[in-house]
């Protein structure tokens, strides 16, 4: 379940900040840079805030932090 809702926040923000580089300022690009190197850093470290975030609503973890499995 904390896969699915990472999959869908992820992708609905890298959606959005490509619509607000598009119509409002392409600084917002920097935004998806932002979630690139989030993604990036997950991948070393294993840890990712938006699961931590994610399980203190009372999701519950399947995998690994971050991971697209």
Sequence with gaps: M???YFRIIVGT???LSVVLT???HENWLWF???IGVNLI???FTKWCLL???LMKLGLKKE???????
Excluded: R
């Design 2 to 4: 904390l896969n699915t």
């Design 13 to 15: 923000m890298v959606l």
């Design 22 to 24: 598009h119509y409002v």
């Design 32 to 34: 998806t840079v932002f």
């Design 41 to 43: 850093q997950s991948a």
């Design 51 to 53: 699961e931590t975030i």
């Design 63 to 69: 995998g690994g932090s971050c991971s697209i499995n």
